[in-house]
């Protein structure tokens, strides 16, 4: 067989057992170390064993479970709970306020976390039934908790983003502060969707009664103090990483510590607390830890096959396409690729092959790969929340209340879909949306 015969059939039977139902790491691993096997012989043996020695001298690695340790300690203490009651006596007087504070609600979750998980959990479970029980449509809160919480792979410390960076080896830092701007005009773009179509249609975002609004003086101190909190957190673990006092390791450590210290002082830091986080920490952390050792297998025979000079040949020369022309189709085959398959799935095919190509091809800026991240991980967001297989629409659908149906569900992340478009056009008319804030950052890690 030819080289780029191996190379199709590897990416079909990766594709195949992905399709059949089997886990994302189990699929590409097999397709990796029994390709390696029949290609190289007994010697192939070495190739995982390599690949798990590069994962674990990748130092940035030591992010990912004190930022999901953090987020899960937030959630479970009822830490975010607070914030969003905090939100709700803030922003209850504008019409379209709760959904918006909804919003803001999964920003500042995201700052703390870096996965979708966690703000559709809270979203799902806290800011849904608050907002159905006040007379909000469904459908419009539906797609509000679904792509508020997509933000959380997008804002820093994006966890997406970390895998990226390992299989692309970019500063993972650059990437982080790379997202930043471009999430907070997401977030911006559904802000103001919601306001506008409060103010077009009132029925759908009541205004909350004045009377709940109504509180005591000192409630409502105390009320901001625990609202406060989160913030004080993600300005702590931020503001020391920007200033350069801590590296981004420490920065997660400061983000771990703080959580935990302020669950002990609210007197929420119980056992169970500590199972549960410790457990699903664990349980997340493994996950990426194995999905990334599949994929450097993968890439590592993949571009031996010379896949790589093969695809670059097809785009630049077989097909004649302009630098522009070959993102565009790259980030076609995202949003199609991500109708069915997950971001780690899509990134283990799509990285061996296509992030060499945009090391190569003449865009005019710096800093490319860093910002193809950004495309990347926008995509993923519309991944997230595309029927009929996105995470989060399932997700959502087990954790929303039984009024809200999978039609409901897939009616309502359109209008939110289309933003995250616009976003992606947005970012590659003008790269400096995601390359200014990291070209003009000095941090460590």
């Given at each position: 067989m030819s080289y780029e015969s191996i190379a199709l059939l590897m990416f079909a039977s990766m594709v195949l057992l992905l399709v059949s139902g089997q886990r994302v790491f189990a699929a590409i691993g097999f397709v990796a170390s029994g390709a390696a096997l029949l290609l190289y012989g007994q010697g192939a043996i070495e190739l995982p064993f390599n690949q798990v020695f590069k994962l674990f001298n990748w130092y940035a690695m030591l992010t990912l479970p004190m930022f999901i340790y953090m987020g899960y300690v937030l959630s479970e203490s009822g830490i975010a709970e607070d914030l969003y009651k905090m939100l709700h006596v803030w922003f209850g007087r504008v019409?379209?306020?709760?959904?918006?504070?909804?919003?803001?609600?999964m920003v500042i979750i995201s700052a703390m976390n870096g996965l979708s998980v966690a703000g559709m959990a809270i979203g799902a479970t806290i800011a849904l039934p608050e907002m159905l029980r006040r007379g909000y449509d469904k459908i419009l809160i539906s797609g509000v908790v679904q792509g508020g919480s997509s933000l959380g792979i997008l804002i820093p410390p994006s966890v997406v983003m970390v895998l990226y960076g390992m299989i692309a080896r970019q500063p993972v830092s650059k990437l982080w502060f790379a997202g930043l701007v471009p999430g907070l005009i997401m977030a911006a773009m559904f802000v103001i969707y919601i306001l506008v179509r409060a103010r077009m249609n009132p029925s759908l975002a009541p205004v909350v009664d004045e009377a709940e609004l109504n509180m005591p003086l000192s409630?409502?101190?105390a009320l901001a103090r625990a609202g406060i909190i989160p913030f004080l957190i993600f300005f702590l673990m931020t503001g020391l990483f920007v200033m350069g006092y801590t590296s981004l390791v420490e920065s997660s450590a400061v983000g771990a510590t703080a959580a935990t210290l302020?669950?002990?002082l609210k007197g929420r830091f119980t056992w169970r607390l500590i199972k549960e986080t410790s457990l699903k920490t664990l349980s997340v952390s493994c996950m990426f830890l194995w999905l990334i050792l599949a994929a450097l297998a993968f890439g590592a025979v993949f571009d031996g096959l010379g896949a790589v000079r093969a695809i670059e040949n097809l785009f630049l020369n077989t097909w004649d396409l302009g630098p522009w022309q070959v993102l565009i189709m790259m980030q076609l085959s995202f949003i199609l690729m991500g109708i069915f398959l997950d971001?780690?799935?899509?990134?283990v095919i799509v990285a061996p092959l296509y992030i060499p190509l945009v090391g190569t091809l003449d865009l005019g800026f710096d800093n490319q790969l860093i910002w193809f991240g950004v495309l990347y991980t926008i995509t993923c967001q519309i991944a997230y929340i595309t029927p009929p297989f996105g995470y989060n629409l399932f997700l959502m659908r087990s954790l929303a209340p039984k009024e809200i149906t999978l039609i409901d569900i897939y009616r309502s992340i359109w209008p939110f879909a289309l933003m995250m478009v616009v976003t992606i056009v947005l970012v590659m008319i003008w790269p400096q949306i995601?390359?200014?804030?990291?070209?003009?950052?000095?941090?460590?890690?």
């Open positions: 019409r379209g306020g709760l959904a918006v504070g909804t919003i803001l609600l409630e409502k101190l302020a669950a002990l971001d780690t799935a899509m990134l995601a390359l200014w804030l990291p070209e003009h950052m000095n941090v460590r890690g």
